[in-house]
T-cell receptor
Framework: DADVTQTPRNRITKTGKRIMLECSQT?????MYWYRQDPGLGLRLIYY???????NKGEISDGYSVSRQAQAKFSLSLESAIPNQTALYFC?????????????FGPGTRLTVL | DQQVKQNSPSLSVQEGRISILNCDYT??????FLWYKKYPAEGPTFLIS?????DKNEDGRFTVFLNKSAKHLSLHIVPSQPGDSAVYFC???????????????FGKGTKLSVKP
């Protein structure tokens, strides 16, 4: 079973709709992240959470919100989707930065906003 | 302003030859660097990393070189195989720096194509 799972894997929605993307992990990591990937723009950080009570904005948080329901669950919401939010969304987890600092990514959600 | 730059959007090499992917950074606080590989329809997967106290790290066919004075790192793949065809992301972090301690800053990626 995958350590980091994302649901749904694909979603098509219409402008103005509310949508939630969910992420679950079994790695036992405290830190979780949401990124979006656009062609030619790489991975950009939307929000991150260092533990259940800690939520932080990333580089491109406008138009998004998050909820850390438990150590293992971190969801991303688009309150009113717009077409330029069409992208690939990735959830990631990591342990505390120490000697190593890898992040482990989920398989991604392809979101299309019409 | 981009802190991590991958200036080559794509690279094509012949199977068996060396692939060299380059990455430049601007923030001197970065002390840990990573390379991720991404296949279509999958999430990025960690490939190799290097700490700023080293100038080289090797893992099988993959070697990462770090030149701190030039703020430059490179990933060498020798020999290249068709299965290496993917997008490669360079990432950097400042593990002990400020409130975003440990966050990764990614480059835009380089698409590697290895031709048989």
């Amino acid at each position: 079973d995958a350590d980091v799972t994302q649901t749904p894997r694909n979603r098509i929605t219409k402008t103005g709709k509310r949508i939630m993307l969910e992420c679950s992990q079994t790695k036992g990591h405290d830190r979780m992240y949401w990124y979006r990937q656009d062609p030619g723009l790489g991975l950009r950080l939307i929000y991150y959470s260092f533990d259940v009570k800690d939520i932080n904005k990333g580089e491109i948080s406008d138009g998004y919100s998050v909820s850390r329901q438990a150590q293992a669950k971190f969801s991303l919401s688009l309150e009113s989707a717009i077409p330029n939010q069409t992208a690939l969304y990735f959830c990631a987890t990591s342990d505390l930065p120490g000697l190593y600092n890898e992040q482990f990514f989920g398989p991604g959600t392809r979101l299309t906003v019409l | 302003d981009q802190q991590v730059k991958q200036n080559s959007p794509s690279l094509s090499v012949q199977e068996g030859r060396i692939s060299i992917l380059n990455c430049d950074y601007t923030n001197s606080m970065f002390d840990y660097f990573l390379w991720y590989k991404k296949y279509p329809a999958e999430g990025p997967t960690f490939l190799i990393s290097i700490s700023s106290i080293k100038d080289k790290n090797e893992d099988g066919r993959f070697t990462v070189f770090l030149n701190k004075s030039a703020k430059h790192l490179s990933l060498h793949i020798v020999p290249s195989q068709p299965g290496d065809s993917a997008v490669y992301f360079c990432a950097a972090s400042a593990r002990g720096y400020g409130g975003s301690q440990g966050n990764l800053i990614f480059g835009k990626g380089t698409k590697l194509s290895v031709k048989p």
